[in-house]
């Protein structure tokens, strides 16, 4: 399990209005130092109706499996496949080899043939096979009694401080038989897990987030998009006209799970100053005051209304823009998960190439010339 010290200390921040209780502070000591990455870009891709350029930031570089079992299988030595299946039906079939490391504890390392195929996935209309995933036997004489199996994967070249690994899958209690024989993996519990334990959560506060940031947070992991529409569904994360998929990304969950502010229903959003835009115009954009470290409110004319601050909270929207550049496709768009005010850093979920989590260090970017401002989603009034 991706294990992470955690500050256990629990805060209480006030907004001009009520005392709230954010989530527990969960920055693990291991990330890279947030002043390497105060200076990267994090400038949307742009993506065309023909699809995007795959480049290595998005690719995952590994895949490695734990295996806890309950009883000792005739071979110490064996492969498995973990299998992703498309919507449409197709599958991409990644063989893992597994070796013994104690007793009864057995470790997965992908193939090279499976990596190439995991990489694949990452290609334009390819996102759907993250959703669903299967551990099957092809016929080996050996059967596993699993009390545990943990499924981790990684991106060792993700952009802009992104967590590198992530949980996606888990499978517990279970027996895969020798010959032909196939489990599902509960890649929700998988993802699920890997949130509370980065973030020193209880199931229960996991669980009282709002929807959309719950089932953002359950893509953990996943990197890629669709390529194109399909009549009127909501194509997860494009619509195929040029956009900047990071906007296009947030929106996507905002719409699908019942974000709505003052008419605006986040369908088919292509640049992130549109969700700026619709929190402006709802009364609902508090932006980040370097001299201050304060969130405060951005009134109709753009001025700032100094009595009306806010503390930022787990689902809102978090945007960034370089200052003094027009509106358009010039920054980026994030959803905070938290708001660390003694160090003026957002943890935020970030994607989709890869979807995890990112530190957001607000008050260095600002000093280096960005602007930052969130949009407070109706759950958090």
Excluded at 187 to 201: N, P
Excluded at 358 to 367: C, G, S
Aim: one cysteine or more; aromatic letters at 8%.
């Amino acid at each position: 399990m991706l294990g992470r010290l955690r500050n256990e200390m629990k805060m209480t921040s006030r907004t001009a209005n009520q005392t709230v209780k954010p989530i527990r502070n969960r920055f693990a000591p291991l990330r890279n130092a947030l002043a390497l990455i105060a200076g990267l870009s994090s400038i949307c891709m742009s993506v065309a109706a023909a699809g995007y350029e795959v480049t290595e930031e998005m690719l995952p570089t590994d895949l490695r499996m734990h295996l806890e079992l309950e009883s000792v299988p005739i071979h110490n030595n064996f492969t498995r496949r973990l299998v992703f299946h498309h919507e449409d039906g197709s599958r991409k079939v990644v063989p893992v080899r597994f070796s013994r490391s104690s007793h009864l504890v057995y470790e997965g390392a992908v193939t090279h043939t499976g990596l190439a195929r995991l990489k694949s996935i990452v290609e334009p209309d390819n996102r759907s096979f993250w959703d669903a995933m299967t551990f099957e036997n092809a016929g080996g004489s050996t059967a596993l009694v699993i009390r545990r199996l943990e499924i981790e994967i990684e991106y060792a070249n993700t952009c802009c401080g992104r967590e590198e690994w992530a949980l996606i899958g888990l499978v517990e209690n279970q027996y895969l038989d020798a010959g032909t024989s196939v489990l599902t993996v509960d890649s929700e519990a998988g993802r699920r897990e890997h949130a509370i334990d980065h973030l020193g959560l209880t199931t229960d506060e996991f669980l009282a987030l709002p929807v959309a940031l719950r089932e953002f947070l359950h893509d953990v992991g996943k990197s890629g998009s669709s390529a194109s529409p399909d009549g009127e569904r909501d194509e997860k994360y494009t619509d195929g006209d040029d956009q900047s998929l990071c906007s296009e990304t947030v929106s996507w969950y905002y719409h699908q799970f019942g974000v709505r502010i003052d008419g605006e229903d986040f369908r088919d959003i292509h640049v992130h100053s549109q969700i700026h835009d619709a929190f402006h115009d709802a009364d609902r954009l508090y932006c980040y005051h370097a001299s201050r470290n304060q969130w405060i409110k951005r009134d109709a004319d753009y001025h700032w209304v100094y009595g009306d601050t806010y503390v930022p909270r787990p689902g809102d929207y978090l945007d960034r823009k370089s200052t003094g550049t027009s509106s358009g496709d010039d920054g980026h768009a994030m959803v905070i998960v938290d708001w660390d005010e003694s160090r003026l850093v957002a943890e935020t979920i970030d994607g989709p190439y890869n979807i995890n989590f990112r530190p957001v260090d607000v008050d260095a970017h600002e000093d280096d010339g960005t602007d930052y401002c969130v949009g407070r989603i109706p759950f958090n009034d």
